[in-house]
């Protein structure tokens, strides 16, 4: 059932199709019809060996994937549009969808390799947290018992949503068993927003052992944020997690703006009324 939807997709976006709108609508609807679906990323014959070689190797492997994984392959020809939707950047370039979720492959384009990556990303992993779940699920403030966590905190209109989620399921299939790898979208999260007090978006932050360091880079990579975690973070500064407020803590807050607000009016008053006289 797959294979032969495979196919189809494969043929319409061949090299010689003319790019349209809807190439990118008939990738959404294919993949959405099935659990699992790899997408390379490749140009035209002849012109790029290693897209060849790419191609070879999951040829090669097709039935393995659809036996074992139950994963249809599907090859996109030039497709700048597609491209640029998912964050592409160069070819060849592997993307597997799970569910619809996809997962950027980042490493060496060898057989070995691209099995044991699509054997460890057959689900999506990545959280998407608010300000309800997010010390629930991270303890962040209380020595991160649950593990280390990457978080970056954003918006849609500072990311692209998919090649942000791509790259950051790509992330999470190297660092498993290590580290968490999460979201927050500040604009349904204002709490967060202003306990991290993030001004720049996106912004990202590794916790760990209630200490959290902050991701200098502006650009969402998968090599670069792996090595972040996997030590540069050493390089930056620690600071300790904000602790989350209780509702006391909001209540006696707003009390002491009420009060800061009325004493500087207080004081304003006074000195009309002393300049008046």
């Known amino acids: 059932m797959i294979n032969s939807a495979v196919v189809t997709l494969t043929a319409l976006l061949a090299a010689q199709w ?3 709108d809807s190439d990118l609508q008939k990738l959404l609807i294919t993949v959405a019809k099935h659990d699992r679906v790899i997408v390379i ?3 035209e014959c002849c012109t790029c060996a290693e ?5 070879q190797i999951l040829n090669a492997k097709q039935e393995e994937l659809s036996d074992y994984y139950g994963v249809g392959v599907v090859k996109v020809v030039s497709k700048p549009m597609v491209e640029e939707h998912y ?7 592997i993307l597997f969808f799970r569910q619809s979720v ?3 492959f980042e490493g060496h384009h060898d057989p070995d390799s691209i099995m044991e990556w699509i054997g460890q990303s057959l689900d999506p992993a990545v959280k998407a947290l608010d300000d309800e779940s997010f010390e629930h699920l991270t303890q962040a403030a209380t020595g ?3 593990g280390n966590w990457l978080v970056v ?4 209109k500072c990311v692209k949503p998919d090649a942000a989620t791509g790259v950051l ?12 790898v999460a979201k927050v979208d500040i604009d349904r999260s204002p709490g967060l927003a202003e306990r991290f007090a993030i001004k720049e978006c996106p912004t990202v932050f590794f916790f760990r052992l209630g200490k959290m360091y902050k991701y200098n880079l502006k650009k969402l990579e998968i090599k670069s944020l792996r090595n972040f975690v996997d030590g540069l973070y050493k390089n930056m500064k620690a600071h300790p997690v904000p602790v989350p407020q209780t509702p006391f803590d909001k209540m006696v807050e707003r009390i002491a703006d009420f009060l800061k607000v009325s004493l500087a009016e207080f004081h304003l008053g006074k000195n009309e009324r002393n300049t008046g006289l």
Do not use: Y
Request: hydrophobic share 35%; proline share 5%; glycine share 8%.
């Open 18 to 20: 003319v790019l349209a």
């Open 41 to 43: 990323f490749t140009q």
């Open 51 to 55: 897209c060849v070689e790419v191609e």
């Open 87 to 93: 964050g592409i950047t160069s070819r060849p370039a």
């Open 102 to 104: 996809p997962a950027l």
């Open 144 to 146: 991160a018992t649950t």
């Open 153 to 156: 905190f954003h918006t849609d």
């Open 169 to 180: 399921e790509g992330l999470s299939s190297r660092v498993k068993g290590t580290t968490n």
